[in-house]
């Protein structure tokens, strides 16, 4: 199974598991703004804040507080954890739950997932960087274990880049799960 296949797999499953909330493939940040790049992230959970004003900071405190999306995060997370081992040893900053799911508050999407297989370090990053960016809480799931290492290698450099204070970016709010883990969370209580 590719990857995009894997994406069209999970878009409904994901959007049965969280009949109140939009889940968006292929989402795009910014629509109509020819002058500024748009990301687009693999799968998006919404609610969405696209339009200009006050953020949705205060919607998606509740949405993180039920039952259902807060068992799914916390699943994730420990699952990150797992992955993560002894690489906290080295830079990565892995701050408790309840701070991680309340660390982006001016989120475009309430998830914003990436699905990565084969791309370059370079590409990772960006999915890394605007994962997080758009996302409350931003995911990574590698694919293969050659890209579950370059996720973690690149936590270990943004942590670096923050300890030595260099210009860096916090990617803390990213959590990275193999597709197996995710699979096996997203499918529980259906």
């Known amino acids: 199974m590719t990857a995009t296949e894997y994406q069209n797999l999970l878009t409904p499953i994901m959007t049965e598991k969280f009949e109140n909330l939009e889940v968006v493939s292929e989402w795009r940040a910014f629509t109509g703004m ?7 992230v693999d ?12 953020n949705r900071t205060a919607e998606y405190n509740e949405i993180i507080q ?15 954890i797992e992955n993560i081992g002894e690489e906290w040893l080295n830079e990565i900053n ?13 989120a475009r999407c309430l998830m914003s997932i990436e699905i990565e297989n084969s791309s370059t370090r370079k590409h990772i990053m960006g999915s890394m960087i605007n994962a997080a960016s758009l996302g409350r809480v931003g995911i990574g799931i590698a694919y293969n ?31 990275i799960v193999t597709k197996e883990q995710f699979q096996e969370i997203v499918n529980q209580n259906i």
């Open 66 to 80: 039920r039952p259902l999306i807060e068992s799914f995060l916390r699943n994730i997370y420990d699952a990150h």
């Open 94 to 106: 892995i701050p408790d739950f309840d701070i991680l799911i309340r660390k982006n508050k001016n």
């Open 145 to 175: 274990d050659s890209v579950l290492r370059t996720f973690i290698r690149m936590l270990n450099y943004m942590g670096f880049l923050k300890r030595v204070e260099k210009n860096a970016y916090d990617t803390t709010n990213f959590l």
């Open 34 to 40: 020819n002058y500024q790049y748009s990301p687009r």
């Open 43 to 54: 799968i998006a959970v919404g609610p969405f804040s696209v339009a200009p004003g006050p």
